[in-house]
């Protein structure tokens, strides 16, 4: 029986000896006996660094920041010119017509406008809420009022997940069209509300200063 064990082990040694393992094959075969060992593959199916190109027009997938601004502010100046085109329409067919059913044409018009762009800031808010790795159905916090402020601060400036999350792929990066959107656009929108509110101010501060002068004060 020892004689038996000793030609075995005599046979290994040559074996090993004339066929030696190279380490490239050690090593593989020490990664596949290693059950602790980390796998070298991709195991959720997405690549390091993977994006994706958000769409002006979605319910879902992610959205940055200044898109979020950008997408926000353009569909705010499409929905006020298109009020301005039906304003200006219903009110010349007024002074034709001479009748006064222009002013509910108008308000159901401007139901008709403002509806799809309310819609559509809630799909924007969803995006954000999944970009930052939250649940979309806290945009129904714009409903509540002084809430919606805090809100809207947070979408603007709550930055997103780095890589992917449980809601998709981050956003690509943004392009000198989003950039330009997301900060101009902003910056005219509110220079524009602020002109509106400030004008018509004056132009009353100026016009009972005129009065007074008339009257002798």
Same mark, same amino acid.
């Given at each position: 029986?020892?004689?038996?064990?000793?030609?075995?082990?005599?046979?290994?040694?040559?074996?090993?000896?004339?066929?030696?393992?190279?380490?490239?094959?050690?090593?593989?075969?020490?990664?596949?006996?290693?059950?602790?060992?980390?796998?070298?593959?991709?195991?959720?199916?997405?690549?390091?660094?993977?994006?994706?190109?958000?769409?002006?027009?979605?319910?879902?997938?992610?959205?940055?920041?200044?898109?979020?601004?950008?997408?926000?502010?353009?569909?705010?100046?499409?929905?006020?010119?298109?009020?301005?085109?039906?304003?200006?329409?219903?009110?010349?067919?007024?002074?034709?017509?001479?009748?006064?059913?222009?002013?509910?044409?108008?308000?159901?018009?401007?139901?008709?406008?403002?509806?799809?762009?309310?819609?559509?800031?809630?799909?924007?808010?969803?995006?954000?809420? @999944?970009?930052?790795?939250?649940?979309?159905?806290?945009?129904? %916090?714009? $409903? !509540?009022?002084? /809430?919606? &402020?805090?809100?809207?601060?947070?979408?603007?400036?709550?930055?997103?997940?780095?890589?992917?999350?449980?809601?998709?792929?981050?956003?690509?990066? @943004?392009?000198?069209?989003?950039?330009?959107?997301?900060?101009? %656009?902003? $910056? !005219?929108?509110? /220079?524009? &509300?602020?002109?509106?509110?400030?004008?018509?101010?004056?132009?009353?501060?100026?016009?009972?200063?005129?009065?007074?002068?008339?009257?002798?004060?």
């Amino acid at each position: 029986m020892q004689a038996c064990r000793r030609i075995l082990y005599d046979c290994r040694i040559y074996n090993d000896r004339e066929h030696p393992v190279s380490d490239t094959h050690s090593d593989f075969k020490t990664d596949i006996n290693n059950p602790y060992q980390a796998p070298a593959a991709v195991v959720d199916g997405e690549p390091t660094g993977a994006t994706y190109q958000p769409r002006f027009w979605a319910w879902s997938g992610r959205l940055g920041r200044l898109r979020y601004l950008a997408y926000l502010t353009s569909i705010s100046f499409l929905t006020m010119i298109a009020v301005g085109i039906l304003g200006g329409v219903l009110g010349a067919m007024q002074v034709v017509r001479g009748n006064a059913g222009g002013i509910d044409m108008l308000t159901v018009g401007l139901m008709i406008l403002y509806i799809p762009m309310f819609v559509y800031s809630f799909a924007l808010a969803r995006r954000r809420f @999944n970009d930052t790795g939250r649940t979309g159905w806290l945009c129904l %916090l714009m $409903l !509540v009022p002084l /809430v919606n &402020v805090l809100v809207s601060l947070y979408l603007v400036f709550a930055p997103g997940t780095d890589g992917p999350n449980e809601y998709g792929l981050p956003p690509s990066k @943004n392009s000198w069209l989003v950039i330009v959107g997301g900060i101009v %656009l902003p $910056l !005219v929108f509110i /220079v524009g &509300v602020m002109a509106a509110v400030a004008i018509p101010a004056y132009q009353a501060y100026s016009a009972k200063a005129q009065a007074a002068r008339g009257s002798g004060f």
